[in-house]
């Protein structure tokens, strides 16, 4: 019984040795990344490829907009329904058929 407690014992010791290596690690990035200079991020109208390219769904939706301001939103209602829905639908159907 001893020896399966001295087990015991020498298993949680070291996995507290290892926990506080890890502590340390992460502090030690911490103190480092506090000590690097932030990054500029560059103004929205810089980062506007950025963002078309990583939301399309946004871009889509402010074309929307813009279009229902400069067409009306009763002709854009039958553009975005000709030719963004049945554009969103062959894609999924091709991605569907291609799994």
Same mark, same amino acid.
């Given at each position: +019984? #001893? =020896?399966?407690?001295?087990?015991?014992?020498?298993?949680? =010791?070291?996995?507290?040795?290892? +926990?506080?290596? =890890?502590?340390?690690?992460?502090?030690?990035?911490?103190?480092?990344?506090?000590?690097?200079?932030?990054?500029?991020?560059? =103004?929205?109208? +810089?980062?506007?490829?950025?963002?078309?390219?990583?939301?399309? %769904?946004?871009?889509?939706?402010?074309?929307?907009?813009?279009?229902?301001?400069?067409? *009306?939103?009763?002709?854009?209602? *039958?553009?975005?329904?000709? %030719?963004?829905?049945?554009?969103?639908?062959?894609? #999924?159907?091709?991605?569907?058929? *291609? %799994?």
């Amino acid at each position: +019984m #001893t =020896s399966r407690l001295a087990a015991l014992a020498a298993a949680e =010791s070291d996995v507290r040795e290892r +926990m506080a290596l =890890s502590r340390a690690h992460l502090v030690a990035a911490q103190e480092a990344a506090r000590l690097r200079p932030a990054a500029i991020r560059p =103004s929205l109208p +810089m980062r506007a490829r950025e963002l078309v390219s990583v939301a399309p %769904n946004v871009t889509l939706l402010a074309a929307v907009l813009v279009g229902s301001l400069v067409i *009306g939103p009763r002709r854009i209602a *039958g553009v975005v329904v000709r %030719n963004g829905l049945l554009a969103w639908i062959a894609k #999924t159907v091709r991605r569907i058929a *291609g %799994n």
